[in-house]
DNA sequence: CACCATCTCCACCAGTTCAGTAGACATGGG
DNA sequence: CCCATGTCTACTGAACTGGTGGAGATGGTG
């Protein structure tokens, strides 16, 4: 039984999304401890110390060490998009046989193919690049985004 | 450097649809071969021949043995989408750490985020269950298709 | 200064998946 | 009977997933 799916939110992917809402909806009280984000979501703590590194390699996140320590977001969470943090634990968001969809070329029977991923990207990214952090911790996704998930038909399994 | 991406279409995935192609470019000559097949898209002979069981599992494909054997689609090429080809050999669409992402809960501040899951997922399936062989071996796309598919932006890396 | 809390970095690990490959076998036609 | 094709099971090396462990850096406090 194939566990490799065509989207797939990696268990990495979806802590750090839920690791920066915590942090979205704590944000000016101070930094929050590793500890308490991990409580607040149920992530294994040193997993998730692991991926808060990562976020602030890539300047999402800053950090403070000693007793008052801990993370806050580097900036608003307006400006904050879900993308970026996928992006930023794992890579691009889209790939097809390991390389990028713009880079391939079809031949023959299959040459539209590639319009196809891209497509699929381009409708990836109207998701993920539209809600921000602070869309997602107040609930208020953008309209386009609530008019997907509010249709009953995207919620069968098929 | 991660290579696991959001949207992820394996080598399987890949080879699968556009064998399914070539299938549908060539029907009502006859049965194709495994081997011509497998010349006309570049893609290893013996991993063509597994995939095209798990299709012909999934009663996508008839296959005939002996010299004059080979493949054929099992229904009209407009009857069968690029997402039937996909989840037959590669099991559902979208997951969320191993999960359909109608089945999780989210606590505290990713409260929406489901929603969030479930609107990707539509967008894909928007789609990857619209565009069907016939479409992809006319090179013509449905409309929304084409019109992601043909904007500038979704052509960037970003 | 010592001490404690917290983040940081590196290394490792077991299990699974990916992308194939190998080879024996079934079956159709001539 | 022979040959060409598809079918099935099994295997493999490399990479990735979802973690865990431990030493160390760096703050603040007494």
Partial sequence: MPQNDAV?????ADYAVRAMAELASAAGTGPMKGDQIAQAQGIPLK?????????KHA??????????????LARDAKDISLADIIRAVE????????????????????ASLQDVWIAVRANLRAVLEVVSLSDLVGGALPEEVRALATNPEAWSSH
């Fill in 91 to 110: 890579g691009p968001l889209a790939s097809v046989h390991e390389v990028r969809p713009e880079e391939i070329r079809y031949e023959g029977a299959a």
């Fill in 8 to 12: 797939r939110i990696s268990a990495k």
């Fill in 47 to 55: 997993f998730l110390l692991n991926i808060l590194s990562e976020l």
């Fill in 59 to 72: 300047r999402l996140v800053r950090s403070y060490r000693g007793a008052e320590g801990g993370y806050e």
